[in-house]
């Protein structure tokens, strides 16, 4: 081994050599300072001035109309201006650059990189991901790759640490606990803002010790809520354990109810629940104010992104349900970025980071330009950012059991109880009804699928198995990996035949989307990384998506059910009424498995 082997005078200069660095730094930075400064007052011109636009004072909620300054990526002043660059923004407005304020990157199936080098071409320059789907999968590493492979890319990515991993202590995921003491020590992050969503919102109701240790250790900091259906006393309980925001709300009176509690409602629009209607809609009637509003996406596809965009998308509805236009994108920029303590963004003004879109229509909310940091957003700029997967690991995490066909039996009975999906929401019925079959065995039908889950961590084995009403497959099956948030294989069809076989197709490319008819698998979409990501581009992964969604149309899967995104969610335990684990139906209204 060498080492480096120093005399005191050798320690002298390293020293010295340092400290002159650190000043050479600061003198740097005041220099800059000053041309700021002295750009602002109009004595230099700006680096790049954007003339004659009309700027969204989120400030004040007015358009005024002015040129904006750009020295050094930052915004240094709003009026008259000249640069030794110019865009002539004549007739087009200039807002700042919009703020997805929950999502999960895992979803979109592709890494860090790709997600964000496609939503910024729609004009979302910064998200605050919650990983705790990979850290579900792969504890620790998942959330080192998180960081790791978010650092570099063209918007801004904030991480919350996963606060419920696993969501109940029923589920079966890959990492086991992620306990206190293993998400303290990622605060000191200078990109981690807080806790993830606490969607153990029984144990904090309950006063769960483990639970209370994770609020204990981020009570200074952010901590965002995840509590569908609570109500009264309850969402009082919840609020004063310290929970500040939630994003499962589905209607307006359940917002007004939280809002009121002093909670900040992230209205959501994904591709598996569309909420942003019923929850605006509500709080306008109301003439609730929307200042403690956002805009989040949670779960969204990229042929979803593709086909309506992505933060720009809630923009745009908001406006066509009433929300005053800068309003509107205040409630996309300014908000979110207030919220989360990010001093520097979310706003068109001195001292902010140049973030921008120039927009020709405020209501289609469609950026002609994006600018990050000041520089324009090209597909050469894009181009330039890679990343090298360091933990090799995560791309080996399926692992199942020998499977047959006489796993997936299910008794019939005079009544079953069944899974009814609710379309456009994550949100599922507990029926108890009569299902087709014959000799005492369920047998699918056109109204009654069979859905399984898979435990495939390689821990127990287990298959669950029941029926579920309002999916609508026929002559196949589909089968995933990404099933939240323990993320084990999750297959719906209507037959024994397919489910087996998309089961071990997805065994084989270790992870993914398969549909299987007629024995055979007839589409596939791998996601090695952690049986969550692909590893190839997002305008691969956005095609084959796409088409993979149009096979499963084709193959009956009703309009308003996402065929993957909702069947992903059938087995998340925090979200009522009733759920799919591998050991068994679970009613998350009693949180109790049911008893056949």
């Known amino acids: 081994m060498l080492r480096l082997i120093t005399t005191p005078d050798d320690s002298m200069k390293l020293k010295k050599d340092f400290i002159e660095s650190v000043q050479r730094k600061k003198e740097k930075e005041a220099a800059m300072s000053k041309s700021m400064i002295r750009a602002a007052k109009g004595e230099i011109p700006a680096d790049l001035v954007l003339k004659n636009g009309s700027v969204l004072n989120v400030f004040s909620e007015e358009i005024v109309p002015c040129d904006v300054a ?29 703020i997805d304020a929950h999502v999960h990157i895992e979803s979109s199936m592709v890494s860090p990189l790709e997600f964000t080098k496609y939503i910024i071409r729609k004009g979302t320059t910064g998200i605050v991901a919650d990983p705790h789907e990979i850290v579900n999968v792969s504890g620790k590493r998942g959330m080192d790759y998180i960081l790791d492979a978010s650092e570099q890319v063209p918007a801004d990515v904030y991480v919350m640490v996963p606060s419920s991993v696993p969501a109940t202590n029923i589920d079966t995921n890959g990492a086991g606990k992620f306990l206190a003491e293993d998400m303290a020590q990622y605060k000191s992050h200078p990109r981690v803002l807080g806790l993830g969503e606490m969607m153990r919102f029984v144990d904090v109701l309950n006063e769960e010790p483990e639970t209370l240790d994770k609020l204990d250790a981020f009570s200074d900091m952010v901590m965002d809520g995840h509590a569908p259906g609570i109500s009264q006393k309850e969402i009082q309980a919840y609020r004063m354990a310290g929970i500040q925001d939630d994003h499962e709300c589905s209607t307006g009176e359940e917002a007004l109810e939280k809002l009121r509690a002093g909670f900040h409602i992230l209205v959501r629009e994904g591709s598996g629940a569309k909420n942003l209607e019923g929850i605006l809609s509500g709080l306008l009637k109301n003439g609730a104010s929307l200042d403690q509003c956002m805009f989040c996406t949670d779960d969204k596809h990229l042929e979803d992104i593709e086909k309506d965009g992505h933060i720009n998308y809630c923009v745009r509805k908001a406006i066509a349900l009433g929300v005053p236009e800068v309003r509107a994108y205040k409630m996309a920029s300014w908000n979110a970025a207030r919220f989360y303590g990010l001093k520097d963004t979310g706003a068109v003004g001195p001292g902010y980071r140049a973030d921008l879109l120039i927009i020709d229509n405020l209501k289609e909310a469609v950026p002609s330009m994006v600018l990050k940091d000041g520089r324009i957003v090209e597909e050469a700029w894009l181009d330039s950012f890679g990343y090298e997967l360091k933990d090799r690991s995560l791309l080996r995490t399926v692992r199942i059991r020998s499977m047959s066909e006489e796993d997936l039996l299910l008794t019939k009975k005079e009544k079953n109880h069944v899974l009814e999906l609710v379309p456009n929401e994550l949100l599922t019925l507990h029926r108890v009804e009569e299902v087709p079959g014959r000799h005492g065995v369920f047998i699918p039908d056109k109204d009654y699928a069979k859905l399984a889950v898979v435990e495939r961590h390689g821990k127990n084995g287990k298959v669950g198995v029941c029926p579920v009403k309002g999916y609508g497959i026929q002559s196949g099956a589909i089968a995933t990996t990404i099933s939240h948030d323990s993320h084990n294989i999750i297959a719906a069809g209507d037959n024994d035949r397919d489910i087996l076989c998309a089961v071990r197709e997805l065994e084989r490319i270790q992870g993914g989307y398969v549909i299987a008819s007629g024995g055979k698998v007839v589409d596939e979409l791998p996601l090695a990384i952690g049986g969550l990501m692909s590893v190839d581009r997002a ?53 109790r498995f049911i008893k056949e």
């Open 70 to 98: 750009i020295v050094d990526g930052r915004i240094v002043g709003l009026g008259s201006y000249e640069g030794e660059r110019e865009i002539d923004c004549t007739g087009k407005y200039i807002a700042p650059g919009l």
């Open 539 to 591: 305008e691969a992964v956005q095609k084959k998506t796409g088409e993979m969604v149009q096979k499963a149309r084709s193959m009956g899967v009703s309009e308003g059910v996402d065929p993957f995104i909702t069947l992903s969610f059938m087995a998340l335990t925090v979200v009522p009424e009733l759920r799919l684990t591998e050991a068994g139906m679970f009613d998350v209204t009693t949180m």
